[in-house]
């Protein structure tokens, strides 16, 4: 079982921006066991917390800075950074139970 984190809406070569509509119970610093959803697949990843960024009245970007990514993730995350990639494919993050 998993609980929706966020959208992503920023790739870079060591992580992940994500959206999230609603401030998670985490801080900076945490480490939290993944599942992110793309191109039709999960694929399970720890990501670290490296910043909260608040968005509007209620949201905030989350940074996650990933650790052990699994090889599907990581060339889903190279095409993105490379410009090679589709930009309007969504990609969702959970947190794994």
Not at 26 to 50: M, T
Not at 58 to 78: F, N, S, Y
Request: hydrophobic share 45%.
């Amino acid at each position: 079982m998993s609980s929706p984190l966020g959208e992503v809406v920023n790739v870079s070569a060591s992580g992940l921006g994500v959206y999230c509509k609603r401030r998670p119970v985490v801080e900076v610093g945490h480490d939290l066991r993944l599942a992110v959803a793309f191109d039709g697949r999960i694929e399970p990843v720890l990501g670290h917390v490296k910043r909260l960024d608040p968005v509007g009245p209620r949201g905030v970007e989350l940074g996650l800075e990933l650790k052990d990514v699994p090889a599907t993730l990581q060339a889903w995350i190279d095409a993105r950074t490379a410009g090679a990639a589709d930009s309007t494919s969504v990609a969702r993050v959970y947190v794994a139970a």
